[in-house]
């Protein structure tokens, strides 16, 4: 058991090493002196009050810090008074009329990890400290916060103090070094340097600026940070000593003065303060727990005192409820569609036949005709409608090719369109002039052959335009194509049964798409900067197979599901509705080399995901629904729902409904 949490450092590497640690300069946990938090020679005072008492209230966070001894404790060692932390919160009286400055600190208890979740039992000689002058508790002893923060600018002030400077040197330039060294380059878009000091003894209870609640925030993200340098939240206080002596000297560099730094963690074993960037890891916790907090508010779980924190750091809350509302609201949309009996029947699409008429040549020819204006029939639940598109042979869905690795391609490309266009062959290996790109376009009313020798293993690919300014336009008005590309190793993996067989490997592409009104049961499509996003344009309807929520009729077996995210800029955070899992077992590149287990799979634009849904528990008559669900990533964030209802043994099916972002 600890009694102590020695830091120092020594002319080779010194450790921390339980208890212990052999140093030059010796600080005794967060105390000026005696044993780390063991009582001093004399029985300490309990307080109490006096004609020159003051009353201290405040608030340990680390999490708040249960069932502490709290201890205020002079410039000599001598503990002044002592309480108890309930919830996180102490109050006491106290003489410090002696005292230039007084230690507040906190030894033993427990508090709950913010990074882990879970209870951390705080050894009875370590603890979160501040070092705060007579003045600042005669104004503010009603407002003192102890903090990872405070406890390091104590840390790094003792040593200050032991050099020979002034408390209020000691402060400002401890003050200063974790700033700059530590925390200054962490600070959330749009908050100035200013609003982001650090505070040697906290900030308010209750937070009445945006420099309150990033205090607030620091302190939060400082078990992340631990974390993620590796350490269990056991060692964190030694973190604290150690961080307080390095940036003693002004640099935060893993040294006291020349001599490394380390202690050793809780889980065993030496850590070496150089081996790591403490200013970036920090960022990135900060970073994380900004994120967090965010999902906590888009999930609806954030209380009104934590909703304040927030938008006291200038954080615009608005778009996260939307979306929460929106979540909310897709789950019973969700729950309708389950119920629905009037969903269209999903398409799979239009295999293209090679035109050469010989299976066993080794070669592919096709040609792919650019036309405009082809009345396409769109299916949504309850009703249909034709808007005029762009598609490859004037068909109604978006065509397939199969080909065999070894295959020489011939394909042609006949641009009726009034515009330039390409085909671009989205995943493939070939050489640069056969790629497609928008440095070699196809003239309106001319033609291009491509020809290549495909030469990657078996992979989910697909086609679409790329003429310079007007790729997006294109594929959004309905030019593009799925190319699926077998192999022998995808051969064996299906006759070994290791993936289900052709006829249950479905292709399903998905886009979103913006339609004006219905005049004479036609829509058009809108395309407009009204429309856009940061990264394009946005449509209102999910189309999949060219649908709106289909419905597929699937046995009780597996199958493969090869996901395409075709829309312009809307990425899916795909998912099933009632949280089970799948295995995705391909993505751009071709089959994994282990299949995964998951829960959900987040796919950009141009992504594409192959995944395994096994149905061979399911009844005849249950459903089950392919949903988007909402995620924090931006204004392209998709939110959509896919249907499915068997007719026979079983459950399936994909289908568009709900947008979020």
């Known amino acids: 058991m600890k009694t102590s949490s020695l830091l120092t450092h020594r002319s080779s590497t010194s450790f921390v090493a339980g208890a212990f640690l052999v140093i030059a300069m010796t600080i005794s946990g967060c105390g000026g002196g005696g044993s780390g938090g063991a009582a001093p020679n004399n029985p300490p005072p309990t307080g109490g009050a006096t004609p020159n008492s003051v009353a201290i209230t405040g608030q340990a966070l680390k999490g708040p810090m249960h069932d502490s001894t709290l201890e205020v404790v002079s410039p000599d060692g001598a503990v002044l008074a002592t309480g108890q932390t309930q919830g996180g919160n102490f109050d006491l009286t106290v003489d410090i009329a002696d005292f230039p400055y007084v230690e507040i600190r906190t030894r033993g208890g427990y508090f709950m990890d913010e990074a882990t979740g879970g209870r951390v039992d705080v050894d009875p000689g370590e603890g979160l400290c501040a070092i705060v002058s007579a003045s600042d508790i005669q104004t503010r002893g009603h407002e003192i916060v102890l903090t990872p923060e405070t406890t390091i600018i104590a840390h790094t002030m003792q040593h ?14 401890a003050v200063d070094s974790y700033h700059n060294q530590f925390v200054g380059g962490s600070r959330p878009p749009g908050i100035g340097a200013d609003a982001d000091r650090p505070m040697h003894f906290g900030a308010p209870l209750d937070p009445a600026s945006a420099e309150d609640s990033l205090a607030w925030h620091r302190a939060r993200s400082f078990s992340r940070y631990a974390n993620e ?4 939240p056991q060692s964190m206080f030694e973190l604290m000593e150690a961080l307080g002596l390095d940036m003693h000297d002004g640099v935060l560099d893993g040294h006291a003065g020349s001599d490394p730094i380390s202690f050793m963690h809780a889980s065993g074993g030496p850590f070496n303060m150089a081996e790591h960037d403490h200013a970036l890891r920090y960022g990135q916790a900060r970073a994380g727990m900004l994120h967090d907090d965010l999902f906590t508010v888009f999930n609806g779980d954030g209380s009104t005192a934590f909703r304040h924190h927030l938008e006291l750091m200038s954080l615009n809350l608005a ?7 929106q979540h909310r609201d897709g789950i019973a949309t969700t729950a309708e569609n389950l119920l629905a009996d009037n969903l269209p029947a999903f398409q799979h699409l ?16 096709y040609t792919l005709r650019a036309v405009p204006d082809v009345d396409v029939t769109i299916q949504a639940p309850g009703t249909s409608w034709t808007t005029p598109m762009l598609r490859y042979n004037g068909m109604q869905l978006p065509p397939v090719i199969r080909a065999r690795r070894g295959d020489e391609m011939f394909l042609t490309l006949v641009n009726e369109l009034a515009d330039m266009s390409t085909i671009h062959w989205h995943g493939f290996k070939v050489p640069g002039p056969e790629d497609g790109g928008p440095t070699e376009p196809v003239v309106a009313n001319s033609s291009r052959l491509y020809n290549f020798t495909l030469d990657q293993p078996a992979a989910s690919l697909w086609f679409h335009p790329h003429p310079h300014g007007q790729t997006a336009e294109q594929v959004y008005r309905g030019l593009a194509g799925v190319f699926l590309l077998t192999d022998d190793i995808d051969d064996q993996l299906r006759s070994a049964n290791q993936v289900p067989a052709v006829e249950h490997d479905i292709p399903v592409v998905v886009q979103d798409r ?3 009104a219905e005049v004479s049961g036609e829509r058009l499509l809108t395309y407009s900067d009204d429309h856009m996003s940061g990264f394009g344009m946005m449509g209102g309807t999910t189309l999949v197979n060219g649908a709106e929520l ?47 287990r998951a829960d959900h799979v987040v796919l950009s634009p141009g992504e594409r995901a192959a995944i395994v849904i096994d149905f061979a528990a399911d009844q005849v008559g249950d459903r089950l629904m392919l949903v988007s669900q909402p995620f924090m990533g931006g204004p392209a964030m998709g939110m959509s729902q896919f249907d499915s209802s068997p007719n026979h043994g079983g459950m399936g099916g994909m289908g568009g409904g709900h947008h979020g972002g």
Do not use: C, K
């Open 160 to 173: 200050s103090m032991a050099a020979g400077s002034s408390l209020q040197d000691a402060m400002s330039n």
């Open 350 to 365: 239009p295999v293209l036949t090679d035109e050469d008429g010989n299976s066993q040549n080794a070669a592919g020819t």
């Open 229 to 232: 340098t590796g350490l269990a």
């Open 514 to 516: 913006l339609f004006e």
């Open 319 to 325: 778009p996260f409820d939307a979306m929460h509302a």
């Open 550 to 596: 289909p419905r597929l009729s699937v046995e009780t077996r597996q199958y493969t599901l090869r996901l395409y995210n075709a829309s312009n800029s809307r990425t899916y955070d795909f998912a099933l509705h009632d949280g089970r899992t799948f295995t995705i077992v391909g993505s751009d590149g071709g089959w994994l080399p282990e299949p995964v």
